[in-house]
């Protein structure tokens, strides 16, 4: 997921910085405001630039919301790609990977919020370039779940890629309702619940339980 963001300074490693910072601040005024209640000067009033400076960066609202969704689908792909170079066996890579994403999705569960809320006001081109780099994210975990049955492990379905979806859109749960759960557990209680409940869903052993 991609598409080329012109900025107007040359050094690289400061357009990314800036850039970073940006995401941040755009993080929360869009949750304080919703996309359409920001303006670009009040992004740039919460990452510390001139409302001037920001145009440095992006051009416009839109590419900073753009900017948003790519750095959390790419933390989801990341977080996955991660345990594929950590682990070889097909069960190891597929319980850290549902692990891995919990993690990302609860530490960055205002990204997600924000996601889930905003990713309509994406202009269809950039919205097309998100679905299709989710679409990617979940064929890696479909590709995670093939690796486990071609390696003897059983699941409750046959169709992979309906497995891949569950197993990368349920545990989004954490942030989606942690308005509520946050009232009744804690962390660690509400993502071992969730963890436990994909996996006997699908009917994968748990850790300990053999495979």
């Not at 400076?53 to 689908?73: G, Q, W």
């Amino acid at each position: 997921m991609q598409r080329a963001i012109n900025a107007q300074v040359q050094d690289t490693t400061r357009v990314i910085e800036t850039r970073e910072r940006i995401v941040r601040a755009a993080i929360a005024v869009f949750r304080r405001k919703g996309f359409h209640g920001a303006t670009t000067r009040c992004i740039a009033e919460e990452a510390g630039v001139t409302q001037s400076n920001i145009y440095n960066y992006v051009r416009s609202k839109d590419d900073i919301l753009y900017l948003v969704c790519e750095h959390l689908v790419g933390l989801y792909s990341a977080s996955v790609d991660g345990v594929m170079r950590e682990y070889v066996d097909p069960y190891a890579r597929l319980i850290n990977a549902l692990r891995g994403i919990m993690a990302v999705m609860f530490d960055h569960r205002d990204e997600l919020v924000l996601l889930y809320n905003e990713v309509h006001a994406l202009q269809k081109p950039d919205r097309k370039l998100v679905l299709k780099a989710v679409a990617r994210f979940i064929r890696q975990f479909q590709q995670l779940l093939d690796g486990y049955v071609a390696d003897g492990g059983r699941l409750r379905f046959s169709n992979t890629r309906i497995s891949a979806n569950l197993l990368s859109f349920v545990p989004a749960i954490v942030a989606l309702r942690w308005w509520d759960l946050s009232l009744y557990s804690d962390r660690e209680e509400a993502e071992q619940a969730i963890f436990e409940f994909i996996l006997a869903g699908l009917g994968i052993p748990g850790p300990g339980a053999g495979t």
